[in-house]
């Protein structure tokens, strides 16, 4: 069935850097057009970037522009999110999923990101 798994978060200082990873399986990672989302709480969750089934172009929300990069291995299933000059209102749970998700298609346990002052 379909899964993932995100990791690579963890408390950082302001302006500092992470780097998340996403494994997924279940399904043809090559032929899919993959997000990353964040929730922070009370909140739903947003798309943060997405990138095209062959890595050749992703595209960003305003907030994430610049300095948020996505990239993906298809050989591997994996996705990642390089995250530099972290600010505080970054922190969230992060996620990966398809960006046209169906109801099949379950969300993994995230990985949280908090930035500090």
């Known amino acids: 069935q379909v899964q993932f798994v995100e990791s690579g978060g963890g408390l950082v200082q302001s302006g500092g850097s992470l780097r998340l990873s996403c494994a997924a399986s279940g399904f043809t990672f090559s032929d899919t057009i993959m997000s990353w989302y964040r929730q922070t709480p009370g909140k739903e969750r947003e798309v943060v970037a997405t990138?095209?089934?062959?890595?050749?172009?992703?595209h960003y929300v305003p907030f994430v522009e610049g300095r948020f990069t996505i990239s993906r291995d298809n050989a591997k299933n994996m996705m990642f999110l390089q995250m530099n000059t972290l600010k505080p209102e970054d922190t969230a749970r992060y996620y990966c999923?398809?960006?046209?998700?169906?109801?099949?298609?379950?969300w993994g346990q995230g990985t949280q990101v908090t930035v500090s002052t």
């Open positions: 999923n398809k960006l046209l998700r169906s109801s099949e298609d379950p």
């Open positions: 990138i095209v089934n062959n890595g050749g172009s992703a």
